[in-house]
């Protein structure tokens, strides 16, 4: 099932109406729907006024490290001295800390809460770019951002880009776009497809058809202007390397309805 593109999906969680196919691809998506869900609560905090953001303990980000397989240059904890700040800016805002609290906040037994406005009062200290970009992904992380959220974040390896193509409209269209087969740090095959926006009567399928066009494999219907798709690991994209996306009208016919819209072939 293609996953719907990040834009898409963002405008979804700032309220806009979308594409009514879009909705129900959410609907029927658990992935989707758990991205969604994920964006809406950045969203609301970022609307919240005021809001309580509570600092992850040390271990978090030594578990993200090693699930991610990232490298011993980031191994130190990001959030160490924001961690330090918050305590700082907690001790302006309500005095000093006694005896249970002090220090690295063992005596209360849980994590430390920074209050924004105490934190604002305060003039920044200089956080290297990507300590703060490990320090936004890992607290992303810890609201329940996917691993597939986290490729989005940058977290995980960018894939091998394969084989490209570039897909040009047949008779009656005008929309243009491209294709690629990435190979993920896993070994996994996807294809990637982007097109223009395009008038269909039912649906956007995507194929991948032999040279003859005689033969061919569905990869699933393409919702919005960007889809991805896993390949089976069987597929041999030098056997079918032609890259199709076809209007299929809503019939209960699955085979292909001869009525394409881009095409291109694949080139290593």
């Known amino acids: 099932m293609a996953h719907l593109s990040e834009e898409t999906l963002t405008l979804l969680a700032l309220g806009e109406a979308g594409d009514?196919?879009?909705?129900?691809?959410?609907?029927?998506?658990?992935?989707?729907?758990?991205?969604?869900?994920?964006?809406?609560r950045v969203v609301r905090a970022g609307r919240a006024e005021a809001p309580v953001l509570t600092a992850p303990g040390p271990g978090v980000w030594a578990a993200i490290h090693?699930?991610?397989?990232?490298?011993?240059?980031?191994?130190?904890?990001?959030?160490?001295?924001?961690?330090?700040?918050?305590?700082?800016?907690?001790?302006?805002?309500?005095?000093?800390?006694?005896?249970?609290?002090?220090?690295?906040?063992?005596?209360?037994?849980g994590a430390t809460v920074v209050e924004l406005d105490a934190r604002r009062r305060r003039p920044r200290r200089?956080?290297?770019?990507?300590?703060?970009?490990?320090?936004?992904?890992?607290?992303?992380?810890?609201g329940g951002v996917s691993v597939w959220g986290a490729q989005r974040l940058g977290l995980e390896p960018e894939p091998t880009v394969l084989a490209t193509a570039e897909l040009e409209p047949l008779a009656g269209y005008t929309a243009r776009g491209s294709a690629e087969v990435?190979?993920?740090?896993?070994?996994?095959?996807?294809?990637?497809?982007?097109?223009?926006?395009?008038?269909?009567?039912?649906?956007?399928?995507?194929?991948?058809?032999?040279p003859d066009a005689q033969r061919m494999v569905s990869l699933g219907v393409m919702a919005g202007e960007e889809g991805v798709f896993v390949l089976p690991e069987n597929l041999d994209v030098g056997e079918f390397p032609v890259v199709d996306v076809s209007n299929e009208p809503i019939d209960g016919d699955p085979t292909h309805s001869g009525d394409s819209i881009v095409r291109g072939v694949l080139e290593v």
Not at 23 to 31: F, G, K, S, W
Not at 100 to 109: F, P
Not at 182 to 208: H, I, Y
């Open 20 to 40: 009514p196919r879009s909705q129900e691809h959410v609907a029927a998506c658990p992935d989707c729907a758990a991205e969604l869900a994920s964006l809406q």
């Open 66 to 109: 090693a699930e991610l397989g990232l490298s011993d240059a980031v191994a130190a904890d990001p959030l160490a001295g924001v961690r330090g700040d918050a305590a700082d800016a907690a001790q302006d805002a309500t005095g000093p800390a006694d005896s249970t609290t002090a220090g690295d906040g063992a005596g209360s037994g």
């Open 182 to 210: 990435d190979e993920r740090p896993d070994g996994s095959r996807q294809l990637v497809v982007r097109t223009d926006p395009a008038d269909v009567d039912g649906f956007k399928e995507v194929w991948l058809l032999a």
């Open 126 to 142: 200089g956080v290297p770019y990507p300590l703060a970009a490990a320090a936004a992904a890992a607290a992303l992380l810890v």
